[in-house]
T-cell receptor, first 113, second 109 residues
Framework: DAGVTQSPTHLIKTRGQQVTLRCSPK?????VSWYQQALGQGPQFIFQ???????QRGNFPDRFSGHQFPNYSSELNVNALLLGDSALYLC????????????FGPGTRLTVT | GEDVEQSLFLSVREGDSSVINCTYT??????LYWYKQEPGAGLQLLTY?????DMKQDQRLTVLLNKKDKHLSLRIADTQTGDSAIYFC?????????FGAGTRLAVHP
C-alpha cells in the first residue's frame, strides 16, 4: 500500500519564477492538504482540497494556488517566488469519512535563490 | 489566535521515560495529534486522542489530555536512540492542523 508521495524531492528556483509541486494521496484517501514548513519551524497550513474544490485556506497570499484532480492527486502552484518561500512543502492526505487520520508525504524541498 | 507551545529541547538517557508537553489555545479542536519528524523527512503520525478522552495508551506511547488547561503530553516509555527526532503536537479538526515549533528529543546512552 503506497503512502503519500510527492514530487519532485528537491527543487531550486529563482526569485520571480513559478513552481508546481505534486502530491498523490494514500490509497483510498480523497482529501489533500498542503503545508509549508520553514527551517526550524512547525508546518503551517496552506489549504485543503476535497472533491476538486478548495475547502479551507490558511493565511497565505493568492500567489499560492492549488488544484485537485479527479483521481484525488493534487498540485500546489506558487507564483512570483520570493526568497521567503524557501521551505519544505508537505502534503497530507486523509479520507473525508475518516478525517482524523492525516498522513504526510516526505515533502518537497524548495530553495529560492 | 490559534497557538501551540512546546518546549524546544529535551534530553533523556536511553531506557528512561520521556515526557513531551504541549499547550494550545484552540478549544474547538476535535482531535489532538502527535507527529514525529526525523531529519530531512516528512511527518510520521504517532498517535492521536479524541478531545473527549483523558488518556490513550498505544504500546510505548501514552497521551494525556487536560482539556480544561488545554494541556497535552506524550510519554514515551523505555526511550531508545531511534526515538531521537522532533516531536510535534498538533490540535486539529476536519480541516487544518495547527503545529507548534516542535520539541527536539535527544536520547543519549
Amino acid at each position: 500500500d503506497a503512502g503519500v508521495t510527492q514530487s519532485p524531492t528537491h527543487l531550486i528556483k529563482t526569485r520571480g519564477q513559478q513552481v508546481t509541486l505534486r502530491c498523490s494521496p494514500k490509497s483510498g484517501h480523497d482529501t489533500v492538504s498542503w503545508y509549508q514548513q520553514a527551517l526550524g519551524q512547525g508546518p503551517q497550513f496552506i489549504f485543503q482540497y476535497y472533491e476538486e474544490e478548495e475547502r479551507q485556506r490558511g493565511n497565505f497570499p493568492d500567489r499560492f494556488s492549488g488544484h485537485q484532480f479527479p483521481n484525488y492527486s493534487s498540485e500546489l502552484n506558487v507564483n512570483a517566488l520570493l526568497l521567503g518561500d524557501s521551505a519544505l512543502y508537505l502534503c497530507a492526505s486523509s479520507r473525508r469519512t475518516n478525517y482524523y487520520e492525516q498522513y504526510f508525504g516526505p515533502g518537497t524541498r524548495l530553495t529560492v535563490t | 489566535g490559534e497557538d501551540v507551545e512546546q518546549s524546544l529541547f529535551l534530553s533523556v538517557r536511553e531506557g528512561d521515560s520521556s515526557v513531551i508537553n504541549c499547550t494550545y489555545t484552540d478549544s474547538s479542536s476535535t482531535y489532538l495529534y502527535w507527529y514525529k519528524q526525523e531529519p530531512g523527512a516528512g511527518l510520521q503520525l504517532l498517535t492521536y486522542i479524541f478531545s473527549n478522552m483523558d488518556m490513550k495508551q498505544d504500546q510505548r506511547l501514552t497521551v494525556l489530555l487536560n482539556k480544561k488547561d488545554k494541556h497535552l503530553s506524550l510519554r514515551i516509555a523505555d526511550t531508545q536512540t531511534g526515538d531521537s527526532a522532533i516531536y510535534f503536537c498538533a490540535p486539529g479538526g476536519y480541516n487544518k492542523l495547527i503545529f507548534g515549533a516542535g520539541t527536539r528529543l535527544a536520547v543519549h546512552p
